[in-house]
């Protein structure tokens, strides 16, 4: 903005102040652009790291899900033979 009033009251012609308005102008632009770049990739990269995160969690969430499923079918089982062992027991004491 400084430049722009700068330029503007410059002693210069006009066609050196619309030279140099045109080259701030096209710098601004390229700033910008730049600046949008830069923060797309930072996003991607963000998004990017969260997704795998995610991805990670769910898989630890999942394994131990499983592992937790596998300790209960063990439990049961145990329970059940100790139940048919009872009712073994019970069957031949009648």
Same mark, same amino acid.
């Given at each position: 903005?400084?430049? &722009?009033? /700068? @330029? @503007? =009251?410059?002693?210069?012609?006009? %066609?050196?102040? *619309? +030279? +140099? @308005?045109?080259?701030? $102008? ?10 949008? #770049?830069?923060?797309?990739?930072? $996003?991607?990269? +963000?998004? !990017?790291?969260?997704? /795998?995160?995610?991805?990670? *969690? ?6 131990? $899900? ?6 209960? &079918?063990? $439990?049961? !089982? =145990?329970? @059940?033979? #100790?139940? %048919? ?10």
């Amino acid at each position: 903005m400084g430049t &722009i009033v /700068g @330029l @503007l =009251y410059a002693p210069e012609s006009g %066609k050196e102040t *619309r +030279k +140099k @308005l045109k080259k701030n $102008a096209i710098k601004a632009k390229d700033d910008a652009t730049a600046y949008a #770049q830069e923060t797309y990739d930072n $996003a991607t990269t +963000k998004a !990017e790291t969260f997704k /795998g995160t995610v991805s990670e *969690r769910l898989d630890n969430a999942l394994a131990s $899900a499983s592992d937790k499923a596998d300790d209960v &079918i063990t $439990a049961l !089982e =145990y329970k @059940l033979a #100790q139940l %048919k062992e009872k009712n073994a027991a019970f069957s031949k004491n009648k």
